[in-house]
């Protein structure tokens, strides 16, 4: 799979992307992930990418030259264009799996107040949102999308974890869990999980995901 990004922060991408899973699945092949500087696409002297919104009103614009000219100089002819911003309809493992399935993702990082309605308009196929919180751009929001996406491609997570063994992939919270030892600071790993009873054992934890679930995210259920 190809990611693009197009930000104002390249430097914010560096790390993140650069550990663990994401790094072996860069390493191995299985994502080509490239960092684009929305001011390289400016013509000016000064690089600007902002300008203020036509009626008035507080705070500046992503203007849309810049951006048009990235995406038709990014994206081909199977490209999925996202932009990210709180407007968007919200990421979920849902989301995730489908996008895991595009050939090529080109991920539009939003700042200031956003972006010129004609970038929807023209150039947009989908816009996503990470949650009803705001936050100061969409490097973040491109960097959760990247890594909830990364490890669903296949053969990006090694023999010990599996995409499909938990929360969101089988609907439910996780039960709890327990390693060594059996008792810690006296509380006690519960008797059914020592007993080697797997039947036992399967039907305690599917109560107890049950459970969690209908506590803390009854809408899941
Ligand atoms: N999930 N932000 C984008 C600028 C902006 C404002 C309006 C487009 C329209 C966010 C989020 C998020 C803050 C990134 C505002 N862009 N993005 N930025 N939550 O809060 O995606």
Not at 62 to 70: G, N, V
Not at 76 to 87: I, K, Q
Not at 103 to 122: A, I, P, T
């Amino acid at each position: 799979m190809k990611i693009d990004v197009l930000t104002l922060f390249p430097g914010m991408f560096a790390g993140p992307l650069d550990e663990s899973i994401i790094k072996r699945a860069r390493a191995a092949g299985l994502l080509d992930l490239k960092i684009h500087y929305l001011r390289d696409y400016t013509h000016d002297r000064h690089k600007t990418v902002d300008d203020r919104p036509f009626g008035g009103g507080p705070g500046m614009l992503l203007k849309p030259e810049p951006i048009f000219e990235a995406v038709e100089d990014l994206a081909r002819e199977d490209t999925r264009v996202v932009l990210l911003s709180p407007a968007g309809r919200t990421f979920n493992q849902a989301i995730a799996v489908k996008l895991a399935q595009v050939e090529h993702l080109l991920l539009v990082s939003g700042h200031y107040e956003g972006f010129d309605e004609r970038v929807r308009e023209r150039l947009a196929d989908d816009e996503l949102s990470i949650g009803d919180y705001v936050l100061t751009n969409g490097a973040l929001p491109a960097m959760v999308i990247i890594d909830a996406v990364t490890r669903l491609l296949p053969g990006a997570l090694g023999d010990e974890t599996s995409a499909h063994e938990e929360s969101f992939s089988h609907g439910l919270l996780e039960y709890p869990q327990y390693t060594r030892p059996a008792e810690f600071r006296g509380m006690k790993v519960p008797d059914v999980l020592l007993s080697g009873n797997h039947a036992e054992i399967a039907k305690w934890r599917a109560e107890q995901a049950r459970r969690r679930t209908q506590e803390r995210r009854p809408d899941l259920l």
